[in-house]
């Protein structure tokens, strides 16, 4: 039986809602209304699909556990984010190809674009891939620095139209946030939100988890927080698991869904490779240097672009937002292991 990637929380909620057997063969061999009721009931079907890596949270969709399974702590780990960084951009250059990075005009993909070009030998091979909301979220940046140092190409933000060369690889900036979590500031504000968004309070954020979220929420994850990699202490570790673990099948595949197969897998998350997740998993370093501080969040980022390419200003001042290169179409229900779309 083919199994499920990514699926479209709200689309899907609303067939099961009216009529669970329309999806019957999409279904979890393990489904029933109570499993699917909870997910509704803690609001993990308002926006973002949800899936527990590390196999302990049941889900009421055939999902494929196999894809991107969650790592294991390791003992001594000294690497830094840097190396880590320098591993990936030069496997993606030694590829020979023209790079066009998803640029966003936020920090991942504008820290993604400098680093690349900091390792080129090839300068010309790293290119911008953006969109007028790009200028608009980074245009100082864009203006004074960007496009005197790359080849750039800036289009109206779409989707099944994008135009692909080939012979080139696109990297996109999806995993930063899976990485490091949501910043201190950033809670939901009421309407639908991202589910770690709802997790405690600014107030709350770095004491116990377990005095300050639902208990029955807690109840139900469980199993989950009992096996992560790493310990969950905190509302801020709790809300870093949960994007990092629930979320990281969003981050690869939510910018693929409408693109036609053979052109989706030329999108890379730059982010997507076990070092990187090893890091998230094993860094002693906190993800927000100063706490409640949520422009030190990514600090880790903000000091390379201060200190190798003297953005001071840009680091110490650019605001982690929600930054989002293309649309997506609301009319599709699922994307399934085999790179195949199912439609509604």
């Known amino acids: ?11 899907v909620s609303h067939v099961i809602d009216a009529d669970k057997m329309v999806l019957s063969k999409f279904l979890s061999p393990n489904y029933n209304d109570a499993l699917f009721d909870n997910y509704s009931k803690f609001g993990l079907n308002k926006h973002n699909a949800v899936f527990d890596r590390s196999g302990h949270l049941p889900h009421f969709l055939n999902m494929d556990l196999t894809a991107h399974p969650m790592l294991k702590k390791i003992e001594n780990y000294n690497l830094s984010f840097f190396e880590i960084t320098e591993l990936r951009c030069k496997q993606l250059l030694a590829t020979g190809k023209p790079i066009n990075v998803l640029w966003s005009g936020g920090i991942d993909s ?55 060369n080939d012979d080139a690889l696109y990297v996109s900036g999806m995993g930063g946030n899976q990485l490091f979590g949501p910043t201190d500031n950033m809670f939901a504000t009421g309407g639908p939100a991202m589910f770690h968004h709802t997790l405690g309070t600014k107030e709350t954020i770095y004491e116990s988890y377990e005095r300050n979220i639902d208990p029955e929420l807690l109840e139900f994850f469980d199993p989950m927080i009992k096996n992560s990699p790493k310990p969950i202490e905190t509302v801020a570790d709790l809300r870093w698991y949960c994007i990092f673990n629930l979320d990281w099948y969003t ?36 993800f927000t240097k100063i706490k409640g501080n949520a422009n030190t969040h990514r600090w880790q980022m903000r000091e390379i672009l201060s200190d190798l390419f003297g953005e001071n200003h840009y680091a110490d001042n650019k605001s982690k937002l929600i930054s989002s290169y293309g649309m997506v179409d609301p009319t599709w229900l699922f994307l399934l292991s085999n790179g195949e779309n199912i439609l509604a």
Not at 1 to 11: A, T
Request: neutral net charge; aromatic residues 16%; contains cysteine.
């Open 110 to 164: 504008t820290y993604i674009l400098l680093m690349l070009y900091y390792f080129a030998n090839d300068k010309s091979q790293v290119r911008i891939e953006g969109t007028y909301n790009s200028i608009i979220e980074s245009g100082d940046m864009f203006d004074r620095k960007l496009k005197h140092m790359f080849h750039y190409n800036i289009n109206v933000a779409a989707g099944t139209d994008f135009k692909y």
């Open 1 to 11: 039986m083919k199994k499920i990637l990514y699926y479209n929380v709200h689309l």
């Open 251 to 286: 981050a690869l595949y939510e910018h693929k869904i409408v693109i036609e197969k053979c052109k989706a897998e030329k999108i890379m998350a730059f982010f997507d490779t076990e070092q990187f997740q090893e890091w998230a998993i094993n860094t002693k370093e906190p």
